[in-house]
C-alpha cells in the first residue's frame, strides 16, 4: 500500500461510519475507487496530493467541530489556515514524512448563514459552487473493509 493509500484508508477510519454517511468522495480518489473497487482492475497510479470530501449536510454541531474531534484523537495534524478565524483549522495525515491534505468542501448553499462564529476549534470547509453537482444525484457507494471494519463511502 502506498503512502497515499494508507492515508486516504487511515482517514476514512478516522471519520467513522457516521460522518462517512455525510461525506461524498469527490477529486483525483473517484478513478482510485472505482478502478480498485466497483471494476477490480489494476489500480492506477494516484494522481492527486490530497483527499477531497464534498459535504451533504453542515452545521456546526453535526460537522465541524465533531470531525475535527475525530481526526484530531486519530492523530492527523491539524494546521491553522486563516489568520482571521484562529479556530479554523485544515487536517493532513502524516504518513512516510508526506503529508497527505483532508479537504472538505461543499455548496456555497448548504453553509450555514448568520450563526455565530465558533469560538473553539474546528475543521475548514470550503464554499465551492461545483460541488453542488457531486450532491445532487444518489453517488454510487461502496463498502471498503479495511483493518476489519466495514466502511460504506
Wanted: charged share 25%; with cysteine; hydrophobic share 40%.
Amino acid at each position: 500500500m502506498t503512502p497515499y493509500e494508507e492515508a486516504f484508508h487511515e482517514t476514512l477510519l478516522a471519520l467513522g461510519q457516521e460522518n462517512l454517511n455525510n461525506l461524498i468522495v469527490v477529486g483525483g480518489w473517484c478513478p482510485y475507487l472505482y478502478t480498485t473497487y466497483i471494476w477490480k482492475k489494476p489500480t492506477p497510479e494516484i494522481m492527486t496530493m490530497d483527499i477531497d470530501f464534498a459535504v451533504k449536510h453542515m452545521t456546526p454541531d453535526r460537522f465541524s467541530e465533531p470531525v475535527y474531534q475525530k481526526l484530531l484523537a486519530a492523530h492527523l495534524v491539524p494546521r491553522k489556515i486563516d489568520i482571521d478565524d484562529e479556530f479554523k483549522n485544515q487536517f493532513s495525515y502524516l504518513v512516510n514524512k508526506f503529508l497527505i491534505p483532508v479537504d472538505f468542501i461543499t455548496d456555497p448553499r448548504i453553509l450555514p448563514k448568520g450563526q455565530k462564529a465558533i469560538e473553539r476549534p474546528y475543521v475548514a470547509c470550503y464554499p465551492v459552487p461545483e460541488v453542488a453537482i457531486a450532491l445532487k444525484p444518489d453517488p454510487i457507494s461502496h463498502t471498503i473493509n479495511y483493518k476489519g471494519k466495514d466502511l460504506k463511502i
